[in-house]
């Protein structure tokens, strides 16, 4: 059995084992009557499925306000050193990337160096190659981009990348650039929502070209900086965090195999090359909640941006019927850049993240002040099956324990 780190029933023991970093203890006046019970259902469903599935390691946290107020760890964040996953854990978080790429494409509009309904030529010229047949390229929009609907295939770079020499991806732009001329806009830009990778790397660009830093410098400068993410970085893991670098594992024929502590997401980093440990994340979560100070809607982001980058904007339909059925009737949309699920009168927004054989998610209510965040090393197939642990987490999660905070949150304004 795998080993496991478990943070205990009580709540107060669950903070009380995490040492670093200093994070406030909820007052348990705080809690809304039946949390302890809940997460302790949720974590014991998340320590069985990762046993049953063999997931190396994980872990899964839950954020009130500015205030971690429950963490669980699972298994080991490096096998051969049999080094365990702990508060410290570093975790690469893929797509996730989007979100904070999309927050600075807003931090720009907001500062007048940008409009969402501007034309993406008019910023990436190159884009002029692009084969479109169903009018002008100068039709797509930077919102477009940001909404994953302007018309881009899904994978950056679809031709090769199966062997073990490749590049994990391209690493210049001159090498997207040679590909325009044949790339293609695959439906009339605006018309519906479809995954594109390709796009954000675009708002990458844009960033880069109104900036002139990098894009690494500008969102550490701009967003993790402010947001006291200080142990957050993209792509190569500095020599100083490596002790607290997650491996991550595939799981092929029945061997859980080492993919190694560090990949270069090349020309993609604005689209997911985001390394940092939980609590780092916790900040970016807190702000997203918005119950942090308000001088970092200032410096970061006005609220109101924000919340405007979590209106629909077009649904995002089921692509399988296990898709639909994990919904348990709960509408998704895409915004700009987060995805949006409504039920009645609640609203989460979200992300996923998958790149190597790591695997994430958020997930915040805004009218409940919480959020809920887990990562994964491991995959593989048929096992482990990282999308049902998914389904399993986020069911609790939006069904059993975000009704309780926002019920506690109603009560108050009546």
Not at 212 to 227: C, F, M, S
Not at 329 to 347: C, K, N, P
Not at 385 to 391: R, S
Request: aromatic letters at 12%.
């Amino acid at each position: 059995m795998p080993f496991v780190m478990k943070c205990g029933r009580a709540l107060l023991a669950c903070i009380a084992l995490s040492a670093w970093p200093s994070l406030p203890l909820p007052a348990q006046s705080r809690l809304p009557a039946g949390f302890v019970p809940a997460w302790r259902e949720l974590t014991q469903e998340f320590h069985r499925r990762m046993n049953a599935e063999g997931v190396v390691g994980g872990s899964v946290w839950f954020v009130h306000g500015d205030t971690a107020i429950a963490r669980e760890f699972h298994g080991y964040a490096d096998l051969a050193s049999r080094r365990p996953i702990n508060e410290r854990t570093i975790y690469h978080w893929a797509s996730i990337t989007k979100t904070f790429t999309s927050i600075a494409i807003m931090q720009l509009r907001d500062r007048g160096r940008l409009k969402l309904d501007d034309s993406v030529v008019h910023y990436i010229p190159e884009l002029r190659a692009v084969h479109d047949s169903f009018g002008s390229i100068e039709a797509v929009t930077i919102r477009q981009l940001m909404s994953h609907a302007a018309g881009f295939r899904d994978p950056t770079w679809p031709w090769g990348g199966d062997q073990p020499w490749h590049p994990h991806e391209p690493t210049e732009w001159s090498q997207l650039v040679a590909m325009m001329p044949y790339t293609e806009i695959l439906f009339p830009p605006g018309s519906r929502f479809s995954y594109s990778n390709l796009g954000i790397i675009f708002l990458g660009r844009i960033i880069e070209q109104l900036s002139g830093d990098d894009y690494e410098v500008y969102v550490d400068k701009n967003i993790l900086k402010p947001l006291g993410m200080y142990r957050s970085y993209f792509d190569r893991t500095p020599y100083l965090l490596l002790p607290d670098r997650s491996n991550n594992y595939s799981v092929k024929g029945g061997r859980t195999i080492a993919n190694g502590l560090d990949f270069d997401t090349g020309i993609t980093t604005s689209n997911g090359g985001l390394n940092a440990p939980i609590p780092d994340m916790v900040k970016y979560l807190s702000f997203l909640i918005g119950d942090g100070d308000r001088r970092l809607y200032d410096g970061v982001l006005r609220r109101s941006s924000l919340e405007e980058m979590w209106r629909p904007v077009l649904p995002v339909e089921p692509t399988t019927a296990a898709d639909s059925a994990n919904r348990d009737g709960w509408r998704e949309s895409i915004g700009l850049a987060y995805f949006v699920y409504q039920r009645g009168d609640a609203t989460i927004v979200g992300h996923t993240g998958e790149q190597k054989s790591f695997r994430s998610f958020f997930y915040v209510d805004p009218v409940a002040h919480a959020a809920g965040i887990a990562s994964f090393n491991t995959t593989g197939e048929p096992k482990p099956d990282i999308d049902g642990i998914f389904a399993a987490l986020r069911g609790r999660l939006f069904d059993a324990i975000f009704p309780l905070f926002r019920r506690e949150v109603r009560a108050a304004q009546r």
